[in-house]
Protein backbone atom coordinates (compact mmCIF):
# COMPACT_ATOMS: atom_id res chain seq x y z
CA UNK A 1 0.00 0.00 0.00
CA UNK A 2 2.61 2.61 1.30
CA UNK A 3 4.55 1.41 -2.37
CA UNK A 4 1.53 2.47 -3.82
CA UNK A 5 1.05 6.12 -2.03
CA UNK A 6 4.66 7.05 -2.73
CA UNK A 7 4.70 5.97 -6.43
CA UNK A 8 1.42 7.64 -6.54
CA UNK A 9 2.68 10.84 -5.55
CA UNK A 10 6.27 11.08 -7.08
CA UNK A 11 4.14 10.56 -10.65
CA UNK A 12 1.61 13.45 -9.63
CA UNK A 13 5.20 15.12 -9.06
CA UNK A 14 6.33 14.77 -12.11
CA UNK A 15 3.52 15.54 -14.25
CA UNK A 16 2.85 18.93 -11.82
CA UNK A 17 6.45 20.08 -12.00
CA UNK A 18 6.65 19.38 -15.44
CA UNK A 19 3.35 21.15 -15.81
CA UNK A 20 5.00 24.12 -14.05
CA UNK A 21 7.69 24.18 -16.34
CA UNK A 22 6.12 23.84 -19.59
CA UNK A 23 3.76 27.13 -18.41
CA UNK A 24 6.98 29.03 -17.08
CA UNK A 25 8.90 28.44 -20.23
CA UNK A 26 5.95 29.31 -22.66
CA UNK A 27 5.56 32.53 -20.82
CA UNK A 28 9.22 33.80 -20.88
CA UNK A 29 9.10 32.17 -24.67
CA UNK A 30 6.27 34.66 -25.53
CA UNK A 31 7.74 38.19 -24.46
CA UNK A 32 9.89 37.78 -27.13
CA UNK A 33 7.18 38.55 -29.48
CA UNK A 34 8.41 35.70 -32.07
CA UNK A 35 5.95 32.63 -32.70
CA UNK A 36 6.35 29.97 -30.06
CA UNK A 37 5.72 26.52 -30.75
CA UNK A 38 4.05 24.77 -27.34
CA UNK A 39 6.34 20.68 -27.40
CA UNK A 40 6.73 18.12 -25.05
CA UNK A 41 10.38 17.15 -25.99
CA UNK A 42 13.60 19.89 -25.89
CA UNK A 43 15.52 19.99 -28.47
CA UNK A 44 18.67 21.65 -26.44
CA UNK A 45 19.27 18.42 -24.69
CA UNK A 46 22.17 15.90 -25.11
CA UNK A 47 20.07 13.05 -24.41
CA UNK A 48 17.29 13.88 -26.75
CA UNK A 49 19.71 12.96 -29.50
CA UNK A 50 19.62 9.25 -28.31
CA UNK A 51 16.04 9.35 -26.97
CA UNK A 52 14.54 10.88 -30.62
CA UNK A 53 15.26 7.67 -32.18
CA UNK A 54 13.13 6.08 -30.27
CA UNK A 55 10.09 8.51 -29.45
CA UNK A 56 10.03 10.06 -32.62
CA UNK A 57 8.74 7.29 -34.51
CA UNK A 58 5.89 6.43 -32.14
CA UNK A 59 4.91 9.75 -32.11
CA UNK A 60 4.42 10.15 -36.29
CA UNK A 61 2.01 7.30 -35.50
CA UNK A 62 -0.51 10.12 -33.40
CA UNK A 63 -2.93 11.66 -34.60
CA UNK A 64 -1.80 14.55 -36.40
CA UNK A 65 -3.83 17.21 -34.80
CA UNK A 66 -1.54 16.62 -31.95
CA UNK A 67 1.47 16.69 -33.09
CA UNK A 68 1.41 19.06 -36.51
CA UNK A 69 2.68 21.85 -34.66
CA UNK A 70 6.22 20.06 -33.30
CA UNK A 71 6.53 17.29 -34.92
CA UNK A 72 8.89 18.59 -37.85
CA UNK A 73 11.30 20.28 -35.22
CA UNK A 74 12.37 17.83 -32.65
CA UNK A 75 14.13 15.33 -34.61
CA UNK A 76 17.95 15.50 -35.00
CA UNK A 77 18.01 15.80 -38.88
CA UNK A 78 15.24 18.35 -39.17
CA UNK A 79 17.05 21.15 -40.55
CA UNK A 80 17.29 18.93 -43.53
CA UNK A 81 14.45 17.15 -43.53
CA UNK A 82 12.36 20.11 -43.52
CA UNK A 83 14.67 22.81 -44.62
CA UNK A 84 12.87 26.05 -44.94
CA UNK A 85 9.10 25.25 -44.13
CA UNK A 86 9.20 25.31 -40.54
CA UNK A 87 10.45 29.06 -40.97
CA UNK A 88 8.00 30.17 -44.13
CA UNK A 89 5.12 28.82 -41.96
CA UNK A 90 6.27 30.41 -38.39
CA UNK A 91 8.93 33.19 -39.45
CA UNK A 92 12.83 33.82 -39.71
CA UNK A 93 13.19 33.11 -35.68
CA UNK A 94 10.89 31.14 -33.46
CA UNK A 95 10.73 29.40 -30.23
CA UNK A 96 9.86 25.71 -29.11
CA UNK A 97 8.65 25.84 -25.44
CA UNK A 98 9.14 22.45 -23.65
CA UNK A 99 8.66 21.40 -19.96
CA UNK A 100 12.76 20.71 -20.38
CA UNK A 101 13.47 24.68 -21.81
CA UNK A 102 13.39 27.03 -24.24
CA UNK A 103 14.72 26.13 -27.37
CA UNK A 104 15.36 28.75 -30.41
CA UNK A 105 15.93 28.02 -34.42
CA UNK A 106 17.13 31.18 -36.36
CA UNK A 107 17.22 31.28 -39.91
CA UNK A 108 17.26 35.46 -40.07
CA UNK A 109 20.37 36.88 -41.69
CA UNK A 110 19.65 40.14 -39.15
CA UNK A 111 19.56 37.87 -36.15
CA UNK A 112 22.10 35.79 -37.33
CA UNK A 113 24.60 38.31 -38.21
CA UNK A 114 24.02 40.30 -34.32
CA UNK A 115 24.25 37.07 -32.36
CA UNK A 116 27.81 36.07 -34.29
CA UNK A 117 29.21 39.37 -33.40
CA UNK A 118 28.20 39.43 -29.62
CA UNK A 119 30.16 36.15 -28.26
CA UNK A 120 29.89 37.46 -24.96
CA UNK A 121 25.80 37.47 -24.99
CA UNK A 122 25.46 34.66 -27.23
CA UNK A 123 27.91 31.82 -25.96
CA UNK A 124 28.64 28.29 -27.05
CA UNK A 125 26.77 26.12 -25.40
CA UNK A 126 30.02 24.15 -24.33
CA UNK A 127 28.34 20.96 -23.26
CA UNK A 128 27.46 20.08 -27.03
CA UNK A 129 31.26 20.05 -27.66
CA UNK A 130 31.86 18.22 -24.82
CA UNK A 131 32.23 15.37 -27.80
CA UNK A 132 35.29 17.11 -29.00
CA UNK A 133 37.38 16.91 -26.10
CA UNK A 134 38.38 13.65 -26.52
CA UNK A 135 41.75 14.14 -26.33
CA UNK A 136 41.77 17.34 -24.95
CA UNK A 137 40.40 21.37 -24.45
CA UNK A 138 40.10 22.75 -28.06
CA UNK A 139 39.30 25.99 -30.02
CA UNK A 140 35.81 25.36 -30.58
CA UNK A 141 34.93 23.56 -27.20
CA UNK A 142 35.99 26.53 -25.46
CA UNK A 143 35.40 30.46 -24.08
CA UNK A 144 36.25 33.29 -22.67
CA UNK A 145 40.11 34.09 -21.42
CA UNK A 146 40.81 30.29 -22.30
CA UNK A 147 39.31 30.62 -25.97
CA UNK A 148 40.98 33.27 -26.89
CA UNK A 149 44.52 31.80 -25.62
CA UNK A 150 43.77 28.57 -28.23
CA UNK A 151 42.83 31.42 -30.89
CA UNK A 152 46.21 33.18 -30.11
CA UNK A 153 48.04 30.26 -30.88
CA UNK A 154 45.85 28.08 -33.55
CA UNK A 155 44.42 31.65 -35.97
CA UNK A 156 48.06 32.52 -37.09
CA UNK A 157 48.92 29.03 -38.25
CA UNK A 158 46.83 29.55 -41.37
CA UNK A 159 48.97 31.37 -42.92
CA UNK A 160 49.06 32.48 -46.90
CA UNK A 161 52.51 30.63 -46.67
CA UNK A 162 50.21 27.79 -45.36
CA UNK A 163 47.98 28.13 -47.73
CA UNK A 164 50.56 27.72 -50.66
CA UNK A 165 51.47 24.68 -48.96
CA UNK A 166 47.82 23.50 -49.43
CA UNK A 167 47.56 24.84 -52.43
CA UNK A 168 50.68 22.72 -53.97
CA UNK A 169 49.72 19.64 -51.94
CA UNK A 170 46.04 20.12 -53.03
CA UNK A 171 47.17 19.69 -56.76
CA UNK A 172 49.21 16.68 -56.11
CA UNK A 173 46.68 14.50 -54.41
CA UNK A 174 43.95 15.64 -56.70
CA UNK A 175 46.09 13.97 -59.23
CA UNK A 176 46.99 11.02 -57.35
CA UNK A 177 43.54 10.24 -56.37
CA UNK A 178 42.63 9.93 -60.56
CA UNK A 179 45.80 8.28 -61.29
CA UNK A 180 44.60 5.74 -58.16
CA UNK A 181 41.00 5.55 -60.39
CA UNK A 182 42.76 4.78 -63.67
CA UNK A 183 44.64 1.68 -62.36
CA UNK A 184 41.34 0.38 -60.91
CA UNK A 185 39.54 -3.08 -62.66
CA UNK A 186 37.65 -1.62 -65.35
CA UNK A 187 38.82 0.96 -65.27
CA UNK A 188 41.88 3.09 -67.62
CA UNK A 189 43.12 6.80 -67.65
CA UNK A 190 40.32 8.05 -70.09
CA UNK A 191 37.65 6.61 -68.29
CA UNK A 192 36.65 5.91 -64.69
CA UNK A 193 34.13 4.79 -62.61
CA UNK A 194 34.03 5.69 -58.40
CA UNK A 195 31.14 3.39 -57.18
CA UNK A 196 31.44 5.92 -53.71
CA UNK A 197 32.84 8.98 -54.11
CA UNK A 198 32.67 9.53 -50.34
CA UNK A 199 35.72 7.60 -49.16
CA UNK A 200 37.90 8.85 -52.21
CA UNK A 201 37.10 12.32 -51.52
CA UNK A 202 38.06 11.54 -47.65
CA UNK A 203 41.23 9.87 -48.51
CA UNK A 204 42.55 12.75 -50.21
CA UNK A 205 41.38 15.91 -48.10
CA UNK A 206 43.34 13.14 -44.87
CA UNK A 207 46.40 13.42 -47.67
CA UNK A 208 46.20 17.12 -47.46
CA UNK A 209 45.89 18.28 -43.49
CA UNK A 210 48.22 15.47 -42.93
CA UNK A 211 51.39 17.07 -45.17
CA UNK A 212 49.87 20.50 -45.06
CA UNK A 213 48.96 20.68 -41.67
CA UNK A 214 51.92 18.45 -40.08
CA UNK A 215 54.27 17.66 -42.71
CA UNK A 216 53.62 14.09 -42.90
CA UNK A 217 53.18 12.28 -46.29
CA UNK A 218 50.23 10.18 -47.21
CA UNK A 219 50.28 8.01 -50.07
CA UNK A 220 47.60 6.74 -52.87
CA UNK A 221 47.87 3.03 -53.90
CA UNK A 222 51.09 2.33 -56.51
CA UNK A 223 52.41 5.98 -55.56
CA UNK A 224 55.79 6.26 -54.07
CA UNK A 225 56.58 6.04 -50.74
CA UNK A 226 60.21 7.16 -50.05
CA UNK A 227 59.99 9.20 -46.65
CA UNK A 228 63.45 8.86 -45.86
CA UNK A 229 63.78 12.69 -45.29
CA UNK A 230 61.49 12.71 -42.64
CA UNK A 231 63.32 11.62 -39.88
CA UNK A 232 61.35 11.03 -36.31
CA UNK A 233 58.18 10.66 -38.13
CA UNK A 234 59.14 8.54 -41.35
CA UNK A 235 56.79 6.02 -39.27
CA UNK A 236 53.38 7.66 -39.91
CA UNK A 237 53.52 7.33 -43.64
CA UNK A 238 53.84 3.57 -43.07
CA UNK A 239 50.98 1.39 -44.71
CA UNK A 240 51.79 -1.21 -41.54
CA UNK A 241 51.39 -0.35 -37.99
CA UNK A 242 54.49 0.93 -36.45
CA UNK A 243 56.00 -1.01 -33.40
CA UNK A 244 54.06 0.25 -30.33
CA UNK A 245 51.12 0.59 -32.40
CA UNK A 246 48.03 -1.49 -33.61
CA UNK A 247 47.09 -0.13 -37.08
CA UNK A 248 48.86 2.86 -39.65
CA UNK A 249 48.63 6.27 -38.51
CA UNK A 250 46.39 6.68 -41.92
CA UNK A 251 43.73 4.22 -40.78
CA UNK A 252 44.10 5.45 -37.08
CA UNK A 253 42.52 9.02 -37.97
CA UNK A 254 39.99 7.66 -40.58
CA UNK A 255 38.61 5.47 -37.97
CA UNK A 256 38.33 7.77 -34.72
CA UNK A 257 36.33 10.68 -36.37
CA UNK A 258 34.00 8.29 -38.14
CA UNK A 259 33.24 6.48 -35.24
CA UNK A 260 33.23 9.23 -32.63
CA UNK A 261 29.67 8.72 -31.27
CA UNK A 262 31.29 5.16 -29.97
CA UNK A 263 33.58 7.40 -27.87
CA UNK A 264 31.57 10.24 -26.83
CA UNK A 265 28.53 7.66 -25.78
CA UNK A 266 31.20 5.09 -23.52
CA UNK A 267 34.42 5.41 -21.96
CA UNK A 268 37.55 3.36 -23.54
CA UNK A 269 37.81 1.34 -20.49
CA UNK A 270 34.06 0.01 -21.67
CA UNK A 271 34.52 -0.16 -25.23
CA UNK A 272 37.84 -1.83 -24.32
CA UNK A 273 36.08 -4.99 -23.20
CA UNK A 274 32.71 -5.23 -25.21
CA UNK A 275 33.01 -8.57 -26.82
CA UNK A 276 32.23 -7.04 -30.68
CA UNK A 277 34.52 -6.49 -32.88
CA UNK A 278 33.55 -2.43 -34.09
CA UNK A 279 34.05 -0.93 -30.68
CA UNK A 280 37.35 -3.02 -29.94
CA UNK A 281 38.47 -1.09 -33.18
CA UNK A 282 37.33 2.63 -31.56
CA UNK A 283 39.09 1.49 -28.73
CA UNK A 284 42.54 0.64 -30.41
CA UNK A 285 42.16 3.48 -32.88
CA UNK A 286 41.59 5.66 -30.15
CA UNK A 287 44.13 4.56 -28.12
CA UNK A 288 46.95 4.82 -31.28
CA UNK A 289 45.77 8.49 -32.01
CA UNK A 290 46.67 9.30 -29.20
CA UNK A 291 50.26 7.55 -29.02
CA UNK A 292 50.41 9.55 -32.77
CA UNK A 293 49.52 12.69 -31.62
CA UNK A 294 51.64 12.99 -28.82
CA UNK A 295 54.74 11.43 -31.06
CA UNK A 296 54.28 13.84 -33.85
CA UNK A 297 53.82 16.75 -30.53
CA UNK A 298 57.19 15.51 -29.41
CA UNK A 299 59.20 15.92 -32.48
CA UNK A 300 57.66 18.93 -33.86
CA UNK A 301 58.92 20.51 -30.21
CA UNK A 302 62.17 19.23 -30.52
CA UNK A 303 62.20 20.55 -34.88
CA UNK A 304 60.92 23.86 -33.33
CA UNK A 305 63.34 24.13 -30.48
CA UNK A 306 66.54 23.28 -32.30
CA UNK A 307 65.35 25.77 -35.37
CA UNK A 308 64.59 22.43 -37.88
CA UNK A 309 61.29 23.97 -38.90
CA UNK A 310 63.06 27.09 -40.30
CA UNK A 311 62.83 25.41 -43.92
CA UNK A 312 59.37 24.30 -43.84
CA UNK A 313 57.70 27.01 -41.94
CA UNK A 314 55.00 26.93 -43.93
CA UNK A 315 53.29 23.78 -42.39
CA UNK A 316 50.33 24.29 -39.99
CA UNK A 317 51.87 22.68 -37.56
CA UNK A 318 55.63 24.54 -37.40
CA UNK A 319 53.57 28.01 -36.07
CA UNK A 320 51.05 26.01 -33.99
CA UNK A 321 53.74 24.38 -32.10
CA UNK A 322 56.00 27.28 -31.39
CA UNK A 323 53.12 29.69 -30.62
CA UNK A 324 51.53 26.97 -27.97
CA UNK A 325 54.11 24.87 -26.86
CA UNK A 326 57.70 26.51 -27.45
CA UNK A 327 57.21 30.29 -26.63
CA UNK A 328 56.94 30.54 -23.03
CA UNK A 329 53.97 33.14 -21.28
CA UNK A 330 54.49 34.44 -17.97
CA UNK A 331 52.18 33.38 -15.20
CA UNK A 332 52.06 33.89 -11.53
CA UNK A 333 51.93 30.54 -9.70
CA UNK A 334 48.58 29.80 -7.52
CA UNK A 335 50.36 28.28 -4.85
CA UNK A 336 53.72 30.68 -4.49
CA UNK A 337 52.36 33.95 -5.90
CA UNK A 338 55.68 34.08 -7.74
CA UNK A 339 55.81 34.43 -11.91
CA UNK A 340 56.91 31.53 -13.34
CA UNK A 341 57.04 30.57 -17.40
CA UNK A 342 54.67 28.18 -19.13
CA UNK A 343 53.59 26.92 -22.28
CA UNK A 344 50.45 28.98 -23.88
CA UNK A 345 48.83 25.97 -24.04
CA UNK A 346 48.89 22.19 -21.98
CA UNK A 347 50.14 19.52 -24.14
CA UNK A 348 47.00 17.51 -23.57
CA UNK A 349 45.46 20.75 -24.96
CA UNK A 350 48.16 21.03 -28.17
CA UNK A 351 46.54 17.44 -28.86
CA UNK A 352 43.11 18.17 -28.29
CA UNK A 353 44.06 20.66 -31.23
CA UNK A 354 45.26 18.29 -33.27
CA UNK A 355 42.23 16.18 -33.42
CA UNK A 356 40.24 19.21 -33.89
CA UNK A 357 42.58 20.27 -37.10
CA UNK A 358 42.47 16.50 -38.41
CA UNK A 359 38.74 16.30 -37.77
CA UNK A 360 37.48 19.70 -39.25
CA UNK A 361 40.63 19.77 -41.81
CA UNK A 362 39.72 16.74 -43.85
CA UNK A 363 35.55 15.63 -42.67
CA UNK A 364 33.92 18.76 -44.01
CA UNK A 365 36.21 19.33 -46.48
CA UNK A 366 35.74 16.09 -47.95
CA UNK A 367 32.40 16.44 -47.87
CA UNK A 368 32.20 19.50 -50.11
CA UNK A 369 34.40 17.79 -52.37
CA UNK A 370 31.91 14.36 -53.11
CA UNK A 371 29.03 17.13 -53.13
CA UNK A 372 30.17 19.34 -55.40
CA UNK A 373 31.26 16.07 -57.82
CA UNK A 374 27.65 15.11 -57.42
CA UNK A 375 26.20 18.54 -57.82
CA UNK A 376 27.68 18.70 -61.10
CA UNK A 377 27.34 15.19 -62.33
CA UNK A 378 23.74 16.17 -62.37
CA UNK A 379 23.78 19.79 -63.78
CA UNK A 380 26.14 19.45 -66.88
CA UNK A 381 25.16 23.14 -68.20
CA UNK A 382 27.44 24.20 -64.75
CA UNK A 383 30.31 22.07 -65.13
CA UNK A 384 30.50 23.26 -68.88
CA UNK A 385 30.68 26.98 -67.47
CA UNK A 386 33.34 25.45 -65.04
CA UNK A 387 35.42 23.83 -67.71
CA UNK A 388 35.17 27.12 -69.68
CA UNK A 389 36.25 29.46 -67.38
CA UNK A 390 39.14 27.41 -66.11
CA UNK A 391 40.28 27.14 -69.81
CA UNK A 392 40.45 30.58 -70.23
CA UNK A 393 41.93 31.61 -66.56
CA UNK A 394 44.46 29.11 -67.06
CA UNK A 395 45.32 29.69 -70.84
CA UNK A 396 46.70 26.67 -71.40
CA UNK A 397 48.87 25.56 -68.72
CA UNK A 398 48.16 22.38 -66.69
CA UNK A 399 46.91 22.90 -63.50
CA UNK A 400 49.68 21.42 -61.86
CA UNK A 401 51.78 24.07 -62.93
CA UNK A 402 49.28 26.63 -61.33
CA UNK A 403 50.55 29.02 -58.30
CA UNK A 404 48.48 29.87 -55.27
CA UNK A 405 49.53 33.78 -55.07
CA UNK A 406 49.03 34.47 -58.67
CA UNK A 407 46.16 31.61 -59.55
CA UNK A 408 43.57 31.18 -56.15
CA UNK A 409 41.74 34.42 -56.42
CA UNK A 410 41.13 34.68 -59.83
CA UNK A 411 39.59 30.81 -60.16
CA UNK A 412 37.87 31.66 -57.15
CA UNK A 413 36.21 34.76 -58.70
CA UNK A 414 34.73 32.35 -61.43
CA UNK A 415 32.45 29.42 -62.01
CA UNK A 416 34.88 27.39 -59.99
CA UNK A 417 34.19 29.82 -57.22
CA UNK A 418 30.69 29.81 -58.13
CA UNK A 419 30.46 26.14 -57.47
CA UNK A 420 32.21 25.77 -54.44
CA UNK A 421 29.72 28.66 -52.59
CA UNK A 422 26.64 26.92 -54.13
CA UNK A 423 27.91 23.22 -52.81
CA UNK A 424 28.36 25.20 -49.44
CA UNK A 425 25.23 27.26 -49.44
CA UNK A 426 22.86 23.81 -50.56
CA UNK A 427 24.84 21.45 -48.70
CA UNK A 428 26.45 22.80 -45.63
CA UNK A 429 29.02 20.57 -44.09
CA UNK A 430 27.42 21.61 -40.90
CA UNK A 431 23.80 21.60 -40.19
CA UNK A 432 23.25 23.55 -37.18
CA UNK A 433 25.21 26.21 -35.02
CA UNK A 434 24.56 26.32 -31.35
CA UNK A 435 24.54 29.48 -29.21
CA UNK A 436 22.66 29.96 -26.03
CA UNK A 437 22.09 32.81 -23.48
CA UNK A 438 23.52 31.74 -19.75
CA UNK A 439 22.63 34.47 -17.38
CA UNK A 440 20.71 37.59 -18.81
CA UNK A 441 18.00 37.77 -21.53
CA UNK A 442 19.33 39.28 -24.30
CA UNK A 443 17.91 41.86 -26.79
CA UNK A 444 18.27 41.40 -30.99
CA UNK A 445 16.86 44.20 -32.98
CA UNK A 446 15.09 42.16 -36.16
CA UNK A 447 13.15 43.85 -38.79
CA UNK A 448 13.01 47.35 -37.45
CA UNK A 449 11.82 45.42 -33.98
CA UNK A 450 13.03 45.00 -30.54
CA UNK A 451 13.15 40.92 -29.57
CA UNK A 452 13.48 39.58 -26.39
CA UNK A 453 15.79 36.67 -25.56
CA UNK A 454 15.08 35.38 -22.39
CA UNK A 455 17.76 34.04 -20.31
CA UNK A 456 18.51 29.93 -20.59
CA UNK A 457 17.49 30.21 -24.37
CA UNK A 458 19.57 27.30 -26.13
CA UNK A 459 19.58 28.25 -29.86
CA UNK A 460 20.11 26.78 -33.00
CA UNK A 461 21.30 28.83 -35.93
CA UNK A 462 19.99 26.72 -38.74
CA UNK A 463 22.56 26.52 -41.40
CA UNK A 464 20.45 24.52 -43.83
CA UNK A 465 17.13 27.12 -43.22
CA UNK A 466 19.20 30.02 -43.34
CA UNK A 467 21.01 29.42 -47.08
CA UNK A 468 17.65 28.85 -48.05
CA UNK A 469 15.69 31.92 -47.08
CA UNK A 470 14.25 33.90 -50.05
CA UNK A 471 14.78 37.10 -48.13
CA UNK A 472 18.31 37.07 -48.75
CA UNK A 473 18.97 35.08 -52.31
CA UNK A 474 18.29 35.91 -55.30
CA UNK A 475 15.71 33.32 -56.64
CA UNK A 476 13.54 32.50 -59.29
CA UNK A 477 11.01 29.55 -59.78
CA UNK A 478 12.59 26.29 -59.68
CA UNK A 479 12.87 24.80 -63.29
CA UNK A 480 13.02 21.07 -61.47
CA UNK A 481 10.14 20.97 -59.55
CA UNK A 482 7.90 24.31 -60.28
CA UNK A 483 8.20 25.48 -56.72
CA UNK A 484 8.26 29.71 -56.19
CA UNK A 485 11.89 29.62 -55.56
CA UNK A 486 15.06 27.50 -56.64
CA UNK A 487 16.69 27.78 -52.97
CA UNK A 488 16.36 23.96 -52.90
CA UNK A 489 18.14 23.46 -56.21
CA UNK A 490 21.79 23.88 -57.29
CA UNK A 491 22.31 26.69 -58.99
CA UNK A 492 26.02 27.90 -59.20
CA UNK A 493 25.03 30.70 -61.29
CA UNK A 494 23.08 32.83 -58.90
CA UNK A 495 26.55 33.33 -57.59
CA UNK A 496 27.65 35.20 -60.61
CA UNK A 497 26.47 38.61 -61.17
CA UNK A 498 26.82 38.84 -64.88
CA UNK A 499 25.30 35.77 -65.43
CA UNK A 500 21.75 36.26 -67.12
CA UNK A 501 20.15 34.23 -64.77
CA UNK A 502 20.21 37.50 -62.80
CA UNK A 503 18.07 39.49 -65.38
CA UNK A 504 14.46 40.12 -63.91
CA UNK A 505 14.84 37.72 -61.21
CA UNK A 506 13.47 38.39 -57.82
CA UNK A 507 16.32 39.28 -56.03
CA UNK A 508 16.10 40.82 -51.90
CA UNK A 509 19.57 40.39 -50.38
CA UNK A 510 23.21 42.18 -50.97
CA UNK A 511 24.66 42.33 -54.53
CA UNK A 512 27.54 44.44 -53.74
CA UNK A 513 30.64 43.58 -52.06
CA UNK A 514 29.40 45.03 -49.03
CA UNK A 515 27.58 41.52 -48.05
CA UNK A 516 29.85 38.69 -46.78
CA UNK A 517 31.18 35.23 -48.41
CA UNK A 518 31.49 32.98 -45.29
CA UNK A 519 33.97 35.24 -44.04
CA UNK A 520 36.80 34.91 -46.60
CA UNK A 521 38.13 37.48 -48.52
CA UNK A 522 39.12 37.35 -52.02
CA UNK A 523 41.09 39.68 -54.81
CA UNK A 524 39.32 39.56 -58.25
CA UNK A 525 36.06 38.60 -57.37
CA UNK A 526 33.38 41.38 -58.57
CA UNK A 527 31.67 38.87 -60.27
CA UNK A 528 30.47 36.84 -57.18
CA UNK A 529 27.59 37.83 -55.10
CA UNK A 530 28.11 38.71 -52.10
CA UNK A 531 24.97 37.87 -49.46
CA UNK A 532 23.90 39.63 -46.30
CA UNK A 533 26.07 39.22 -43.77
CA UNK A 534 24.63 36.66 -41.12
CA UNK A 535 23.03 35.16 -44.69
CA UNK A 536 25.65 32.50 -45.55
CA UNK A 537 27.43 30.68 -42.52
CA UNK A 538 28.99 27.50 -43.64
CA UNK A 539 32.17 28.90 -41.62
CA UNK A 540 30.32 30.58 -38.89
CA UNK A 541 30.39 33.86 -38.70
CA UNK A 542 31.97 36.69 -36.31
CA UNK A 543 34.70 36.19 -34.41
CA UNK A 544 33.89 32.59 -33.72
CA UNK A 545 34.16 31.69 -37.16
CA UNK A 546 36.49 28.53 -38.79
CA UNK A 547 40.19 30.15 -38.88
CA UNK A 548 40.74 27.36 -41.19
CA UNK A 549 38.62 28.41 -43.80
CA UNK A 550 40.69 29.68 -46.71
CA UNK A 551 42.49 26.70 -46.23
CA UNK A 552 39.40 24.31 -47.30
CA UNK A 553 39.03 26.93 -50.08
CA UNK A 554 42.08 26.36 -51.53
CA UNK A 555 42.27 22.77 -51.08
CA UNK A 556 38.48 22.27 -52.96
CA UNK A 557 39.25 25.27 -55.64
CA UNK A 558 42.95 23.81 -56.31
CA UNK A 559 40.95 19.66 -56.91
CA UNK A 560 38.45 21.14 -59.06
CA UNK A 561 40.80 22.58 -61.58
CA UNK A 562 42.98 19.55 -61.76
CA UNK A 563 40.02 17.47 -62.18
CA UNK A 564 37.93 19.32 -64.69
CA UNK A 565 40.63 20.59 -66.91
CA UNK A 566 40.91 17.53 -67.91
CA UNK A 567 37.83 15.25 -67.16
CA UNK A 568 34.02 15.85 -66.88
CA UNK A 569 31.62 13.85 -64.35
CA UNK A 570 28.85 12.18 -65.37
CA UNK A 571 26.37 10.05 -63.20
CA UNK A 572 27.06 6.41 -63.72
CA UNK A 573 24.33 4.41 -65.25
CA UNK A 574 25.59 0.81 -64.60
CA UNK A 575 22.33 0.19 -63.38
CA UNK A 576 20.20 0.64 -65.99
CA UNK A 577 21.96 0.11 -69.62
CA UNK A 578 25.62 -1.30 -70.40
CA UNK A 579 28.25 0.61 -72.37
CA UNK A 580 27.78 -1.00 -75.48
CA UNK A 581 23.83 -0.70 -74.90
CA UNK A 582 24.50 3.22 -74.76
CA UNK A 583 26.78 3.08 -77.13
CA UNK A 584 23.71 1.88 -79.41
CA UNK A 585 21.08 4.81 -78.20
CA UNK A 586 19.53 7.68 -80.21
CA UNK A 587 20.19 11.29 -78.18
CA UNK A 588 16.57 11.15 -77.27
CA UNK A 589 17.24 7.48 -75.50
CA UNK A 590 20.33 8.35 -73.84
CA UNK A 591 18.69 11.85 -72.34
CA UNK A 592 15.47 10.00 -71.16
CA UNK A 593 18.25 7.40 -69.86
CA UNK A 594 20.51 10.42 -67.84
CA UNK A 595 16.94 11.87 -66.45
CA UNK A 596 16.33 8.71 -64.87
CA UNK A 597 19.77 8.46 -63.10
CA UNK A 598 18.86 12.44 -62.27
CA UNK A 599 16.23 11.51 -60.77
CA UNK A 600 17.42 8.93 -58.78
CA UNK A 601 21.01 11.21 -57.48
CA UNK A 602 17.72 13.60 -56.22
CA UNK A 603 16.25 10.58 -54.71
CA UNK A 604 19.25 10.00 -52.58
CA UNK A 605 20.30 13.59 -52.13
CA UNK A 606 16.60 14.40 -50.53
CA UNK A 607 16.63 11.08 -48.64
CA UNK A 608 20.02 9.46 -48.06
CA UNK A 609 21.76 12.57 -46.22
CA UNK A 610 22.47 12.98 -42.63
CA UNK A 611 24.16 14.90 -39.84
CA UNK A 612 25.89 13.07 -36.62
CA UNK A 613 28.85 16.11 -36.52
CA UNK A 614 28.91 16.80 -40.09
CA UNK A 615 26.64 16.24 -43.35
CA UNK A 616 27.19 12.83 -45.37
CA UNK A 617 25.51 10.38 -47.22
CA UNK A 618 23.96 7.23 -45.06
CA UNK A 619 25.94 4.50 -45.52
CA UNK A 620 24.89 2.07 -48.90
CA UNK A 621 23.19 5.15 -50.18
CA UNK A 622 25.92 6.32 -52.13
CA UNK A 623 25.87 7.79 -55.48
CA UNK A 624 28.20 6.19 -58.25
CA UNK A 625 29.84 8.76 -60.46
CA UNK A 626 32.14 8.09 -64.24
CA UNK A 627 34.87 10.63 -65.16
CA UNK A 628 35.52 10.58 -68.96
CA UNK A 629 38.01 12.52 -70.32
CA UNK A 630 36.44 15.78 -71.99
CA UNK A 631 35.61 15.37 -75.34
CA UNK A 632 34.20 12.15 -74.52
CA UNK A 633 30.81 12.45 -72.88
CA UNK A 634 28.37 10.39 -73.15
CA UNK A 635 25.40 12.33 -72.20
CA UNK A 636 24.34 16.68 -73.49
CA UNK A 637 24.73 19.12 -71.55
CA UNK A 638 21.52 19.76 -68.76
Not at 169 to 189: F, H, I, P, R, Y
Not at 308 to 330: P, T, Y
Not at 589 to 607: G, M, N, R
Amino acid sequence: MYAYIITSAFVLWLVLSNYLSWRRNLALAKSSGLTVISAPFYMGSMTWLILSLFVVPIARKLPNSWTEAWIDTIEPNWPFQSRFAPFARYGGMFFVASPGGIYMAAADAEGISQMCARRNDFQKPLEVYEIINIFGKTLISTEGSTWREHRKVIAPAFSEENHALVWKESLLQAQGMVDSWGVKGGNSADDMTVHNMQPEASSLSLHVISRAGFGIPLFWPGQSSDVSNKGGLAHFSSAEAPKAHNMPFKAAIDVVPNNIIWLAALSPSVLKNLPFRKPRQVYDAFVDCGLYFRELLEQKKLDASSGLAAGDSEELMASFVRGGAVEKIAVQDGKTGEEVLRQRLTDDEMIGNIFLMIFAGYETTANTIHHAMICLAINRAAQKQLQKDLDELLGGRAARDTDYTRDFDRLHGSMVGAVIHETLRLLSPVMLIPKCVRSTQQHLHINGRDVVIPNGTFIHINVIGTHRNPNSWPHSRSRRTGHPNDLDDFVPERWLLDHPYHTGRSHQGAADNEGDRGGVEFKDTSRLFSPPRGAFVPFSDGHRSCPGRRFALAEVTAVLATIFQRYTVELAVDEWASDAEVAQMTNGEKAALHAKAVDKAYWQVDTGLEAILTMKFKPGRQIPVRFVRRGKERFCAG
